[in-house]
């Protein structure tokens, strides 16, 4: 690799460390900034500006409901609505490209990333029309196309052992994965369901950016009906 950038992920890698231990030694008022850090000093500075960043609710048409969320990439195409003290906002399933749990020590906290993922992967996002990009060419897809919103999870802290992070982006016998792609930060270590580094890395940051782009860029446009939701508010059959 470039020794660039190599230096590069390097630095932001130990930025974000750094972040964390400081954090970590304050008081209890800076849980949640994990989060924060991970956006600022990482995932708002690699992203392209069609994408927007934050944090809240997710709801589909069927009336199902995520709870909150750590982070939540935006696609460019649909609105989302802020809550009344401005932090959180209220999305549509179908305007959510990606969801990341972002966690001080994922191993000890595995089971509330899993938590929020089935309750994710739940919500249906439902199209009128998308256009798909698959090697290079373009493809429509009409209203019974629909798939499930790609769920990361990032660890400051966890596991040390790349097959543990391979085995939990791979699909069981059942062909369900427990997550779609998993970032440990401290053990430089990145696996998803396409790709997984083979040894510890600074490169860990690359990958995973490299793996989420993929599913932000999935569609190049989309076309929802909004009716659906107005039938459930309105209890229209």
């Not at 089935?118 to 196309?145: C, D, I, P, W």
Request: aromatic residues 10%; hydrophobic residues 40%; charged residues 25%.
């Amino acid at each position: 690799m470039s020794g660039i950038l190599i230096d590069r992920l390097s630095g932001i890698h130990g930025i974000l460390m750094a972040s964390f231990e400081a954090s970590a030694k304050m008081s209890s008022s800076t849980i949640g900034s994990e989060r924060e850090n991970f956006v600022k000093y990482f995932l708002s500075d690699i992203l392209p500006p069609p994408f927007r960043i934050g944090s809240g609710d997710i709801i589909d048409s069927k009336q199902q409901r995520s709870g909150q969320v750590d982070i939540v990439i935006e696609y460019p195409f649909l609105p989302s609505f802020p809550l009344p003290n401005g932090e959180k906002r209220l999305y549509f399933a179908e305007g959510v490209a990606a969801v990341i749990e972002v966690k001080s020590e994922i191993a000890q906290q595995w089971q509330d990333v899993l938590r929020t993922k089935s309750s994710v992967k739940a919500l249906e996002r439902k199209y009128e029309r998308v256009v798909t990009r698959h090697h290079g060419e373009e493809y429509s897809h009409g209203v019974e196309f629909y798939n499930k919103i790609p769920v990361y999870g990032v660890g400051y802290k966890g596991w040390a052992r790349i097959e543990t992070l391979r085995e939990k982006t791979s699909p069981n016998n059942e062909g369900k994965i427990d997550i779609d792609g998993l970032l440990v930060l401290e053990s430089k270590l990145f696996s998803s369901q396409e790709f997984t580094l083979p040894k510890e890395s600074f490169s860990c940051l690359l990958a995973f950016a490299n793996s989420l782009l993929k599913d932000l860029k999935m569609f190049r446009e989309i076309d929802v009906n909004f009716g659906n939701y107005v039938k459930v508010l309105d209890g229209i059959a």
